[in-house]
């Protein structure tokens, strides 16, 4: 049988998987996480969604995320997880180590000579940081609106006609929205420029981009709702990866990882105390 050779990958950044919720695109995260060999693996925020944790809903491609994970870390990669808001409950767990894990808030490194810095951007956010209610309010409407999207492409597919993303659609169309993340992109900045970073490495937003702004690089890693992105360096360079399912290429013959973990959330529950 082929085995599908694994593309080495100095550091990989991904954010907002959203694991728990309908819009997460698991088997796609799994399928992508078996063609990298990554030396440092940051996770930056979102990546379980303990504000929708439920006992009824957490699918098995949602264990073999979790499972592909832990198995990267006992293969030599180190991971960083970053919190964020939806795993906000992790920071009373900040700079706790796990083996190859590193359970931290933000992240600095020394890069080429560059000083960047990794957290999750949530601090930036107003209706997190003063109306909670409100944010988690549009949390769920988020997770109603995907799971809608996703009846409405099923129903799309079966008429021959295209898929399309309603979430973003009404996010394109919203000037408010487009002014946030504008808003958003430049208090990252303001904030690498007033601590003296070359780089400054965001989620949150679930925007992916790499771009330049006085003398500073802004770089999102999107989100594996939507636009199923990472950011990957390798030989010096920065690049934005998306998830294409017609490139996707087979795993086959490898060691199978799938084996049930039927009260996941209820473990995840016990362990991190919500």
Not at 191 to 215: L, M, R, W
Request: with cysteine.
């Amino acid at each position: 049988m082929y085995k599908q050779q694994k593309r080495l990958v100095e550091i990989v950044v991904i954010s907002d998987v959203h694991l728990g919720t309908f819009g997460c695109h698991a088997k796609e995260l799994n399928r992508y996480l078996k063609t990298i060999d990554p030396g440092i693996l940051i996770l930056n925020g979102d990546i379980i969604d303990f504000w929708q944790l439920s006992k009824w809903y957490w699918p098995q491609s949602h264990t073999k995320v979790l499972k592909r994970l832990l198995k990267l870390s006992t293969e030599g990669t180190t991971i960083y997880y970053l919190t964020g808001n939806h795993d906000e409950i992790l920071r009373k767990y900040c700079d706790m180590n796990l083996g190859n894990i590193f359970i931290r808030n933000k992240l600095e490194m020394l890069l080429d000579g560059k000083k960047i810095i990794f957290f999750h951007g949530d601090v930036f956010d107003f209706s997190i940081n003063h109306s909670k209610w409100l944010a988690k309010l549009g949390g769920y409407s988020y997770d109603l609106l995907i799971l809608l999207n996703r009846l409405i492409n099923f129903v799309s597919v079966l008429l021959g006609k295209e898929k399309f993303s309603l979430s973003k659609k009404v996010k394109d169309n919203f000037k408010t929205a487009m002014k946030y993340i504008g808003s958003f992109e430049d208090l990252a900045i303001k904030t690498a420029t007033d601590k003296g970073f070359d780089a400054v490495f965001c989620g949150h937003i679930h925007k992916p981009i790499i771009s330049k702004k006085d003398k500073i690089v802004y770089l999102n890693s999107g989100d594996w709702i939507e636009n199923l992105t990472s950011l990957e360096y390798s030989e010096g360079e920065w690049a934005l990866y998306k998830y294409n399912k017609s490139e996707e290429m087979e795993t086959m013959g490898e060691e199978d990882i799938s084996s049930s973990m039927p009260a996941t959330a209820e473990i995840l529950k016990s362990i991190f105390g919500q």
